[in-house]
């Protein structure tokens, strides 16, 4: 992982995601191997100070409010006292429990302690958040609330690294992800390298034969109606060819990128194993 | 360390009582004491058909074996609430993932197990002096009977409670909480079963049980300790009659433990106290 990325961490069921997290967090023992998180030893205090997790498994104890539950983890994290009450009044405003803060866990549906968890793992503002599963219990509005929050934590400096099933979610916040099956890497590297180049379909209104031999010379194919496809185009080329050709006179009815999802690209590589 | 010990110990606290786990003990504890208390009341007001009552020697010495039965009874309850304290704490926090959440924060994993035992003791520790205090006043109220050394018995019963929460804590790393809690009981039934058997066997020179028994107290020193506890409230002239009725009586202790064994004793709970880190070093979560 690169610091300051939103890494994604994919992969079937069994294939070893919660393990490996469970490893780098000190849960589980590691049979042979070494790791580091952001250059400190595995296990040390310091790693773990610089580490905030919300696990797959999210409990938290029901008999204490949410504020409670997070006083207690800014206690062992060491967070100045002074700063400790708006600190976390703070994260629990950003996780939607504003409100709530004051109810006692038990009380809570999952999909608040949930919203908890991950307000728990963002105390002390670690540089490096781990989230497994963070939205399996959050409904529609939670699930966009989060894929909202993990932007604004990677433009404050966090590394986060997202363990998810959701390949959609992984596909609209992350930088990076990892394939593992069966306890190996199968793919790792940005979604531009992993999902391939991005296609365009381009629909006009009306393809006029000047416009058709402007498009031909930049590469496109036609469908034979009013539409054009580019099979290979950068991505960042985009805006430019759209500029250009509404300028040359083309009334342009609709752009649409064309790529294989993330979806499709993971069934490929588990199918390629 | 001290400060992450002392966090998780806090937690057991506030625990304790926002569960209302103490208080609702605490309650039918003194239900029951107040049980005693009446029972007491109605010896000590007993008319014979002659029309007298118990005089007040009578009423000493049948108080006094009353004080080492009912305190037997308090050692079972103490006991109960140990297993219960120690599966609560680690086991169920094992299985209900709680402590995902907990150990990948800065803290090493024996501040986690040394804060619940801190924590757990001092509840069982609370529980047991209380009470058990409320208990002999009771019982001096009622009758003016005071046994000859009533601190020192309370601190034996909560050395007994120690021995079924350090088991209850050291098992629950590893098995199941209820399984934990099950196995420490039967261990402290079997303790006293071996005592009962070596009480018996010592008044009939079996020398055979007298090891095996001694073997199980050294395991198992729960009944050890509880000998202590009784010869503390027993009266000089109950210990001085030392027939063979009393040899075999299985409630009399003719003497207190030695000091090798509590010096074993407190050995045992400190190799617990570092089997139970060692285990739950070892324990994938």
């Known amino acids: ?91 629990l405003q950003r996780v939607g429990l504003g409100e709530r803060a004051d109810e006692r866990v038990g009380t809570f549906s999952k999909g608040m302690q949930q919203r908890l968890g991950l ?21 529609p509005v939670g699930r966009a609330d989060v894929r909202a929050l993990l932007p604004q934590l990677k433009a404050k400096g966090a590394t986060i690294f997202l363990n998810s099933h959701l390949l959609a979610e992984v596909e609209a916040v992350c930088d990076r992800v990892a394939v593992i099956d069966r306890g190996s890497l199968i793919a790792t590297g940005s979604l531009d390298e992993l999902l391939g180049h991005l296609a365009l379909r381009i629909s006009f209104v009306e393809l006029g034969e000047s416009l058709r031999r402007n498009l031909s010379a930049r590469g496109a194919a036609f469908d034979g109606g009013s539409t054009a496809i580019f099979g290979h185009i950068d991505e960042s080329a985009v805006p430019a060819l759209i500029t250009d050709l509404v300028q040359n006179g083309a ?10 999802t993330l979806e499709e690209r993971f069934l490929e590589l588990l199918k390629e194993e | ?80 609430v140990s297993a219960f304290l120690g599966a609560l704490s680690m086991g169920v926090e094992i299985e209900n993932g709680i402590l995902l959440a907990i150990v990948p924060r800065p803290l090493r994993r024996f501040e986690i197990v040394l804060g619940k035992l801190l924590g757990n003791i001092f509840l069982m520790a609370a529980y047991t002096i209380v009470i058990g205090a409320i208990e002999l006043a009771v019982v001096r109220g009622v009758t003016g009977y005071v046994p000859p050394h009533p601190v020192v018995a ?74 202590g506890a009784a010869f503390a409230l027993e009266p000089a002239a109950m210990v001085g009659l030392g027939g063979a009725v009393q040899r075999g009586n299985p409630f009399i202790a003719l003497a207190p433990p030695a000091y090798a064994y509590l010096a074993w004793s407190a050995a045992w709970a400190i190799a617990f106290v570092i089997a139970t880190i060692a285990l739950f070093a070892r324990r994938d979560l």
């Open chain 1, 119 to 139: 307000g728990v793992s963002l105390l002390g503002e670690p540089q490096l958040i781990v989230l497994d599963e963070p939205t399996s219990a959050l409904d």
């Open chain 1, 251 to 260: 009334a342009i009815k609709a752009v649409q990128p064309i790529r294989r």
């Open chain 1, 1 to 91: 992982m690169k610091r300051g990325e939103i890494f994604g961490f994919l992969g079937p069921n069994g294939a070893g995601k919660t393990t490996a997290v469970k490893m780098l967090l000190g849960l589980a023992r590691p049979n042979s191997g070494d790791a580091a998180i952001l250059g400190q030893p595995l296990n040390s205090l310091k790693a773990r100070h610089i580490t905030g997790y919300l696990p797959e498994l999210f409990r938290y104890q029901e008999w204490l409010t949410a504020r409670e539950v997070c006083r207690w983890h800014a206690a062992l994290l060491r967070i100045d006292a002074a700063k400790r009450t708006s600190h976390i009044d703070d994260i």
């Open chain 2, 1 to 80: 360390m001290i400060g992450n010990i002392l966090l998780v110990a806090s937690l057991i606290w506030r625990e304790a009582t926002r569960r209302r786990l103490l208080p609702t003990v605490a309650i039918f504890s003194l239900v029951l004491i107040g049980a005693t208390a009446w029972g007491l009341n109605r010896i000590a007001t007993f008319h014979n058909p002659s029309g007298h009552t118990i005089s007040h020697y009578e009423l000493t010495v049948l108080t006094s074996v009353l004080v080492v039965m009912m305190a037997f009874m308090f050692c079972i309850i103490v006991s109960l």
């Open chain 2, 154 to 227: 309370l601190l034996y019963l909560t050395g007994v409670g120690a021995v079924t929460l350090l088991i209850t804590m050291c098992l629950s790393v590893r098995v199941s909480a209820v399984a934990a809690g099950f196995a420490a009981i039967v261990l402290f039934g079997l303790a006293r079963i071996a005592g009962f058997a070596d009480t018996i066997a010592s008044a009939l020179n079996n020398t055979a049980v007298q090891q095996a028994s001694l073997i199980v107290s050294l395991v198992v020193p729960s009944d050890g300790l509880w000998r």
